[in-house]
């Protein structure tokens, strides 16, 4: 079969070559974005995503299941996302473009695979983004509630389903977001520094203050339900490592891509990881492990029952405001970049890939996604937004660890290129981990999940197959032969 005549039978199966996937060589028109991004700027944008409504609420759910075992449970939870972030790193610093594992997928798995890999980071980022704007809603009138006396109606807090109207604060939310990255990348990310300054500096007063009520006995029985029970607690706390992998769609924009993508991602997971088990060690010691059920296993009252005061109620529910807005923020903007890829290979409509000359940014993509949002945000409740959001993660994460393992057989990395250690170990046990996450899920999302997948072959088939910009090109001009 002739080189040529390979990627036009068998369009699923069409691959690009790494070297093909450069943006240096990407068509021109308005293609490309700017290079702003340094190693900071990219770990506080994995940081930002990372930290969030995970850690201030997850203990209310997972203690109970692991008891002062949950610092174990957040080990065991770190070391899947670990291997999952040394996947990206590998993926990152091979394709340092604009929805970074997508192009990678494109190289090592072949185009119609790369379009279900990207289905699903969109999946990922925006549900995420529709449920984040509605939780942030929750924890704003929460906020206004306990400093100003008042919240908003109900009517215009929640969505029909639940006797609202529409839910406004979600709204506002992804418009404040939206009005931001239309600005342009770099003016994001420093609103994006600030805030994850803010939201690190509270947990770090909740460390500090917390400290002074530790008190060892707490810490007895340490595994009162044995390991069982720290694995499902680590199944829960997973989800709140979820967001290391956004740092990735910013290859294109990232300053010397190679070295700075694989750095900010390990960076940014050892910033993470040192911040969870400082607050996981100190909210266990602070009371019995039976005190986390319900409302007690808020970092709010945790904190003031070790003070005695009604300031870290204030304290921690600003925390958590600011927080989820750093998240819609970066979902928001990985989403976009993984549009932005796809849509320039030809994959989805031109628009969604055209750049704005005075700010860099992908404007007509990002109203877009943003308008989806705000409609899902406003409408729908949380618990429908909610449950694909795992599900969309995990099928990403399992595609990106087998793009690693074919790449490294087919196209090995250069010298100048991060390689994960201990190859093909790590990214098999972050398929074994992510396929064991999966059987935990409910069966319904399961399902969902198919009928994602199958629309977004489906999409393929019908539009991205025949407009492919890999089809369109010369013979030998970016196809990886099939053997």
Not at 174 to 197: C, F, K
Not at 248 to 269: K, M, Q, S, V
Not at 358 to 378: D, E, K, L, Q
Request: net charge positive; aromatic share 8%.
């Amino acid at each position: 079969m002739s080189h040529g005549s390979w990627p036009r039978t068998t369009p699923f199966l069409r691959r690009k070559s790494l070297a093909a996937a450069d943006p240096a060589v990407a068509p021109a028109g308005g293609h490309g974005l700017k290079r702003s991004l340094g190693v900071w700027r990219l770990a506080l944008i994995g940081v930002s995503s990372t930290i969030g409504t995970g850690i201030f609420f997850i203990f209310s759910v997972a203690t109970p299941l692991a008891g002062p075992a949950v610092v174990l449970a957040f080990l065991v939870a770190g070391l899947a996302a670990a291997l999952s972030a040394l996947c990206y790193a590998e993926l990152a610093s091979a394709a340092p473009t604009a929805g970074s594992a997508y192009t990678a997928a494109y190289a090592a798995l072949g185009e119609g695979l790369a379009f279900v890999l990207a289905a699903c980071l969109l999946l990922e980022y925006g549900v995420a983004t529709a449920a984040i704007a509605v939780t942030w809603a929750q924890y704003l009138n929460e906020f206004g509630r306990i400093t100003l006396g008042t919240s908003l109606p109900h009517a215009l807090s929640a969505a029909p389903s639940e006797g609202g109207l529409i839910n406004l604060p979600a709204v506002a939310l992804v418009a404040l977001v939206t009005a931001l990255l239309v600005r342009g990348v770099r003016e994001s990310a420093t609103a994006n520094a600030i805030m994850v300054a803010i939201k690190v500096g509270v947990l770090a007063v909740f460390v500090l203050a917390g400290a002074a009520g530790f008190n060892a006995a707490n810490l007895h029985p340490f595994m009162p339900n044995g390991f069982s029970g720290v694995g499902a607690a680590a199944s829960l706390i997973f989800f709140a490592f979820i967001g290391i992998d956004s740092i990735a769609t910013a290859g294109e924009e990232a300053i010397n891509p190679r070295r700075t993508l694989p750095l900010a991602i390990l960076l940014a997971f050892l910033i993470v990881t040192v911040v969870y088990l400082s607050v996981a060690i100190v909210a266990v010691g602070a009371q019995p492990a039976e005190a986390f059920r319900g409302a007690g296993g808020n970092l709010a009252a945790i904190l003031a029952a070790v003070t005695g005061a009604r300031w870290p109620t204030a304290l921690i529910s600003a925390g958590a405001v600011v927080s989820i807005f750093s998240i819609a923020l970066v979902l928001v903007y990985s989403q976009t970049r993984v549009l932005f890829a796809v849509s320039r290979d030809g994959l989805l409509p031109a628009p969604f890939s055209r750049v704005n000359p005075r700010t860099g940014a992908p404007v007509t993509n990002t109203v877009t996604v943003a308008a989806i949002a705000a409609v899902m945000s406003g409408f729908l409740p949380l618990g429908v937004l909610a449950e694909m959001v795992s599900v969309g993660t995990l099928g990403a994460f399992i595609l990106v660890a087998v793009s690693v393992i074919v790449l490294r057989l087919t196209q090995p990395p250069s010298p100048q290129q991060f390689r994960l250690p201990l190859f093909p170990v790590i990214p098999l046990a972050s398929i074994g981990l992510c396929l064991y996450l999966l059987t935990g899920l409910a069966g319904v999302t399961l399902w969902m999940f198919a009928g994602w997948l199958a629309a977004s072959v489906a999409v393929y088939l019908l539009y991205g197959a025949k407009r492919s910009r890999l089809a369109q090109a010369p013979c030998g001009s970016g196809a990886a032969d099939a053997g």
